[in-house]
């Protein structure tokens, strides 16, 4: 096996043991938990070490994604975005054309060319409720689907809470865009 199919392997793992969870229980770690059941796609490179997954793209769109769909949750990740890169955690994806029509995105991109879709906001449907600074250093993410009721937090602050029947089911991903580099850790599921 040559490194490229190797590491995808290895994070296609990591990514399915993000959502193997059983109902209403959370697993403190899931990166213990090594499974096969992601797929990356696009001109992001995706590498997983020391249970950190780390997209790092030059140009483009680069996405990974769960095979699975799933309807009602609460998602906790941390995530470090460099300076420069565009990211955002997709949901509900209606198909694995992951974009902000087919998905819920809620966007990682501090420098947003049009503030109302920065870090907090889910594209194309609101903008965050608060302003938070994320660049360079790790943060959280809580994100909770019930039934048509979305809600976030980034460092424990509500971004966003809106109701929305577009969406109420789908595949879960992560997205590196543009340039640079983002990181993630410390995924957990828990099912609703």
Partial sequence: MNNTNYFKAIVFTFLLSVLFISCNEKEDNFLKEMERDWFAKGNADWNFSNDVLAGVIKEGDGFIHSKKSYKNFILELEFKPGNTINSGVFIRCKNDSINPINCYEFNIWDNHPNQKYRTGAVVLKSSPLAKVTTIGKWNTYKIRCHQNSLQAW???????????????????????????????????????
Avoid at 167 to 184: D, K, M, N, P
Wanted: neutral net charge; without cysteine.
């Fill in 154 to 192: 980034i460092n424990g602050i509500l971004v966003t809470d809106i109701i929305d029947r577009n969406h109420i089911e789908g595949l879960i991903g992560v997205q590196a865009s543009g340039s640079g580099t983002v990181q993630f850790r410390k995924f957990d599921l828990i099912l609703r």
